[in-house]
């Protein structure tokens, strides 16, 4: 005796559930309407967090290795390198904005877009290098001692 059809009569629950053993052949309804452009606006704003995250770390390291100066033994170098990092930093914000002022609507437009892009790309490269130097060479700040 099959009771499934008896209990969907009385459930009014059960009787807007499909049968367990048939097969849907087009996809769930959330991946119908998955919206890419939210989705790449949302990665956009994510990036541009982060990337605003590692400016303040990098001016945070940047004042840390001026107040310890040239005590430092690669003071010279970690400096360097930390005003480097910022400077591609701003290049890089300042091609994004390029970026998202262009249009695609010609070839000659989307071949400058991917080269922009690729720039970028590098930049952000760079950036990503200086920064495991500058954490390899360690700015860490300690408190001047009072003397008494």
């Known amino acids: ?12 629950t059960m009787s807007a559930l499909a049968p367990l053993n048939t097969v849907s052949s087009s996809p769930p309804e959330a991946a119908r309407r998955f919206n890419y452009s939210r989705y790449a606006t949302k990665k956009t704003m994510a990036q541009g ?3 605003v995250a ?6 945070s390291q940047l004042k840390a290795i001026m107040d310890i ?10 400096f ?3 005003i480097c990092s910022i ?4 290049i890089t914000a300042i091609l994004l904005l390029v970026l998202g002022t262009l249009k695609d609507e010609t070839d000659s437009q989307q071949k400058t877009m991917n080269i922009v892009n690729n720039v970028i790309t590098v930049l952000i490269l760079l950036i990503t290098v200086a920064n495991v130097f500058i954490t390899a ?8 001692e009072k003397l008494i």
């Open 49 to 51: 967090l982060l990337d």
């Open 80 to 82: 360097g390198i930390i």
């Open 137 to 144: 060479f360690g700015v860490q700040y300690k408190k001047p």
């Open 54 to 59: 590692l400016l303040m770390s990098n001016a």
């Open 1 to 12: 005796m099959n009771i499934s059809p008896f209990i969907a009569e009385n459930n009014p």
């Open 69 to 78: 100066g040239s005590r430092h033994n690669y003071y010279n170098v970690v």
């Open 87 to 90: 400077i591609l930093q701003l």
